[in-house]
């Protein structure tokens, strides 16, 4: 079968200076791509700026042949952004919202500025660019869009409640933006990464750290962006070479009430605490049909007495 490319196609990598994003800016360039290489080039805590890290990006793919530019905005200025790709290749076809900062703290000690901030470049920033990239993806029904999560959201870490929040509101926003950009060819997944960078040197240990190669987690994100792919709505985890859809699932759960005109009391949930928490016959619903739908059903049994 014939390698997957990318030519014609305009990828705009935010915080592509480093770590994870750099990785898929090189990959996208080496495939055809032309690559807007944004990244404010702050600290990891996300002071300073500096235009040095986006520079050395795109040096280094124009050094391999390829095609790029740098952009140094934040990503709460996202507009300013997908200009830059338009300005100077005049199109936009993937949008990966990759930048991010770390302001770890426990939960009693976080301060308005450190839940501001992480929120502001995660989740704000993914908003902006992503709703400045929509109308353009809309008028070429075309648009492949990657959110970037962490087990972190989806699991909790001790530290890190802005982080976590931000990063699990990322999976809602994903969720949303799939459904309504559906009909017009625009996906949107979630990559939930792990990988050796400046936010995890001294976080995870120095073995598996150096296992950790973002490069491997690339060709991940780049063949969800690909048009061949028809993934959307999915939350993709990968690390060291693996890969594997996360989602949300729901227990059967218990009727708590045997007939209608029944009430309920806080003893008939402690009786039925046990199956209401089994997930060992938990299913997948698909939408919020799916969900109201299957409480309707619940409904119905209880009405027919089965
Ligand atoms: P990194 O620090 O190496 O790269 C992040 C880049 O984002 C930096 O170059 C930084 O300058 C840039 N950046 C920060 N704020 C910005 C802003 N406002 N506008 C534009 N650029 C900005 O970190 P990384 O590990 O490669 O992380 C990339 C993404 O993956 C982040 O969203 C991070 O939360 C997420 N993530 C990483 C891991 C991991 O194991 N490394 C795990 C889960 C999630």
Same mark, same amino acid.
């Given at each position: 079968m014939a390698d997957l490319r990318f030519d014609g196609r305009v990828v705009v990598v935010t915080?592509?200076?480093?770590g994870l994003g750099k990785a898929y800016a090189l990959l996208f360039a080496s495939r055809g791509a032309k690559v807007v290489?944004?990244? &404010?080039?702050?600290?990891?805590?996300?002071d300073g700026s500096s235009s040095k890290a986006a520079d050395a990006v795109v040096d280094e793919i124009k050094r391999n042949g390829g095609t790029a530019v740098a952009d140094y905005n934040?990503?709460?200025?996202g507009e300013k952004i997908i200009k830059t790709a338009l300005d100077n290749f005049g199109r936009v076809d993937i949008l990966i919202n990759n930048a991010g900062i770390l302001r770890d703290k426990s939960f009693a000690k976080i301060t308005d500025q450190d839940w501001d901030l992480v929120h502001s470049v995660h989740l704000k920033g993914s908003f902006k660019t992503t709703q400045a990239a929509f109308p353009v993806f809309k008028k070429q029904n075309y648009g492949r869009i990657i959110m970037t999560a962490s087990n972190s959201g989806l699991y909790g870490n001790f530290g890190q409640a802005n982080y976590s929040s931000a990063k699990l509101g990322l999976v809602g926003l994903a969720n949303t933006v799939a459904i309504e950009g559906r009909k017009n060819n625009i996906f949107c997944n979630v990559i939930v990464p792990t990988a050796a960078s400046r936010l995890t040197e001294d976080i995870l240990p120095p073995d598996l750290y150096a296992e950790l190669k973002p490069e491997l987690i690339a060709p991940v994100v780049a063949y969800l962006c690909h048009e061949s792919c028809q993934e959307n709505g999915s939350i993709i985890e990968s690390a060291a070479g693996w890969a594997g859809r996360c989602t949300i699932v729901r227990a059967n759960?218990? &009727? &708590?009430?045997?007939?209608?005109e029944d009430d309920v009391s806080i003893e008939n949930v402690r009786d039925n605490w046990s199956i209401i928490r089994d997930i060992s016959n938990a299913q997948r619903l698909e939408s919020i049909q799916d969900a109201t739908g299957a409480l309707m059903s619940s409904l119905d049994g209880l009405r027919s007495g089965t």
């Open positions: 915080g592509a200076g480093a290489v944004n990244d &404010l080039g702050g600290g990891r805590h996300g934040s990503v709460v200025d759960g218990s &009727l &708590l009430r045997r007939r209608p």
